[in-house]
């Protein structure tokens, strides 16, 4: 069986490499420079851009990379499954779909299941991971899927950005607009609702903010001590760092996970963003 994400997952070039699941890119543009996000941009170039006033731009996954990759599925006889980025936030999904359609016409036995996860960053990610460890473990493509759709609609994201300016210019937030200025050093927390990001809660500093975030995963998260936990970051380490110490020492988790943000999230969520994602109840 076939695993797909694209990289809305936030999941590392290697973890792509060392899992056998094949990875999508979505599209980067800085300047007049465009590639492909994990693979020809990385997400630190995006940040030092964003620094210095530079707005960059994303795209989609192109429909000749959906296309080329489910005719070799459909070409190799095997089972496939794709875990999207949500479809709130990128149209990747849809082309996806699209070009599965075109692809079964002439390969109607193709067995190839789409989720759009309503997930993003490392929210998808985990799903991602979790589909890899089912599919080690011997499971069909059906049960993975009845699985995962399961999953995701548990998956909770929080997250905070150090401006929601770069949300709102890339029509990222539906909500924003009573949240953008007021008050200095307002930091707004967000979350994720039917797949897109809505702003819940705004507080004075970070540390605020970022205190109401442990406050959210206790009353929110289920049974946290067998959960793994994410954490995504804008480059700013050093405060993923100092949360990931914080769940550890209050909720004893199995694990946390800390990765940098993708070029492709990031360029709209900015430098200074921090995101984490459990399972709720």
């Not at 993003?120 to 990610?125: H, T, Y």
């Not at 460890?133 to 999953?151: H, N, Q, S």
Request: aromatic letters at 6%; charged letters at 30%; a negative charge.
């Amino acid at each position: 069986m076939r695993i797909f994400a694209d990289s809305g997952s936030d999941l590392p070039k290697s973890f792509f490499d060392d899992n056998d699941v094949t990875l999508i890119p979505l599209r980067v543009l800085i300047d007049d420079k465009e590639g492909d996000d994990v693979l020809e941009i990385d997400s630190k170039e995006v940040f030092d851009a964003i620094r210095n006033g530079k707005h960059p731009k994303t795209s989609q996954a192109s429909p000749e990379k959906f296309l080329s990759t489910w005719k070799e599925l459909a070409e190799s006889g095997e089972d496939g499954l794709y875990i999207a980025f949500s479809s709130e936030l990128s149209g990747t999904y849809n082309t996806g779909v699209m070009m599965k359609d075109q692809v079964k016409e002439g390969n109607p036995n193709m067995n190839l299941v789409l989720i759009d996860s309503r997930c993003a960053s490392l929210g998808c990610g985990l799903l991602v991971k979790e589909a890899v460890r089912l599919r080690d473990a011997g499971d069909d493509v059906r049960t993975i899927e009845r699985k995962i759709r399961d999953m995701a609609a548990h998956m909770e994201h929080l997250f905070t950005v150090e401006d929601l300016d770069y949300l709102a210019k890339g029509g990222r937030v539906s909500k924003a607009s009573a949240f953008i200025g007021g008050l200095l050093n307002i930091k707004p927390l967000l979350h994720v609702e039917g797949g897109r990001l809505v702003p819940i809660e705004k507080h004075r500093g970070r540390k605020k903010v970022l205190r109401r975030m442990l406050e959210l995963i206790e009353e929110r998260g289920a049974e946290l001590s067998k959960q793994t936990i994410a954490i995504s970051h804008g480059d700013d380490e050093s405060t993923a760092l100092e949360m990931k110490a914080l769940i550890e020492e209050k909720f004893q988790p199995k694990d946390v996970e800390i990765h940098m943000i993708g070029s492709a999230i990031g360029s709209h969520a900015g430098p200074g963003t921090i995101a984490i994602f459990f399972l709720n109840k």
